[in-house]
Nanobody, 127 residues
Framework: QVQLVESGGGLVHSGGSPKLSCAAS????????VGWFRQAPGKEREGVSC????????YYDDSVRGRFTVSRDNAENTVSLQMSSLRPEDTAVYYCAARQGRIVASAVAQAEHYDYWGQGTQVTVST
């Protein structure tokens, strides 16, 4: 059974540095591009980061660049999103998503280009 499961969310103080994890089962994640998306209440889902399947190049939305870092652990079949300097506007449900093979740069932040999705993990940043 193909499954993605996010973990690591919760209530965090402004400025905090939680680490989200996306664990795959039923497939090998290193053959997939993995994106992180978030959806805040009343807003559309937005792509915040992506790591490619091939050269592990990374993408970050301007809103998180310099504060978030995406990485892989192939031995654990996981992709992580290290978050830092969190702000109240980072409050959202965070989702990981996987796409087999390559993903072009113009598509990394577009949800429709991903094949598998996790159920999401809530991150709430308090002031």
């Amino acid at each position: 059974q193909v499954q993605l499961v996010e973990s690591g969310g919760g209530l965090v103080h402004s400025g905090g540095s939680p680490k989200l994890s996306c664990a795959a089962s039923g497939f090998t994640l290193n053959y997939f591009a993995v994106g992180w998306f978030r959806q805040a209440p009343g807003k559309e889902r937005e792509g915040v980061s992506c790591i490619s399947a091939t050269d592990e190049s990374t993408y970050y939305d301007d809103s998180v660049r310099g504060r978030f870092t995406v990485s892989r652990d192939n031995a654990e079949n996981t992709v992580s999103l290290q978050m830092s300097s969190l702000r109240p506007e980072d409050t959202a449900v965070y989702y990981c998503a996987a796409r087999q093979g390559r993903i072009v740069a113009s598509a990394v932040a577009q949800a429709e280009h991903y094949d598998y999705w996790g159920q999401g993990t809530q991150v709430t940043v308090s002031t």
